[in-house]
């Protein structure tokens, strides 16, 4: 009867940490293969701000990230920039970059405003797929909302994050690689047939 009982939580904790399983860990954007993504159906790429494209504490768009946009509109892939932040800054950015659909304050992991880019954009949640350096915030975004992620490792280290979201994330990480779903810095970049493994 205990060991039903223990093994139900276990298996409870299991599915719960599931939802913080990344499709596909990758060092940074840079690595993505959008052919890949393209040939998997992909359509709608939606994208963290900090520390995914930019650095916290930076405010100007890099070259690479400038490339990495203008090759996603030569895919004929769409674009959109969802972002946590505030107004101003996912705006000035966005605007920098030659982004032109973006959202602020999305408080992600609530889906309010994903239910918004779903209902706009009219895509199904296989064609769609979320980048983000940040487990509790953009994968599980994605998979409450059903659609792929792809996580990267943060750009820097954002001193303005709150100290429980940085504990959560520690604590998940040190979960996932407890139960070997993910190990911090082993990145699944392998290709098969063209396409990603997805985890
Ligand atoms: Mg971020």
Partial sequence: MWGVWMSN???RNLLLLNY??????????????????????????????????????ERIPSPN?????KNIYSHNMEFVLFSNNIRSRVENFAKKAGI????????????????????LFKYKEEEMI??????????????????KSILVSPLSRNKEESKMVQFLEKHILKKLSQKNILHEGFYNEGEIGGNYEIL
């Fill in 65 to 69: 990230v400038l490339n990495f946009i």
């Fill in 130 to 147: 979320i980048i983000g350096d940040q487990l509790v915030t953009d994968v599980l975004v994605a998979n409450r909302a059903h659609i």
């Fill in 100 to 119: 032109t659909n973006y959202f602020w304050d999305c408080k992600k992991p609530l889906l309010g405003k994903m239910k918004l880019v779903k209902k």
């Fill in 9 to 11: 939580k276990k298996s």
């Fill in 20 to 57: 913080f399983k990344p499709s596909i860990y990758l060092e940074s954007y840079e690595k993505i293969n959008l052919d890949s993504l393209k040939n998997s159906g992909i359509k709608l790429i939606m994208c963290d701000m900090d520390n995914t494209l930019i650095g916290w504490n």
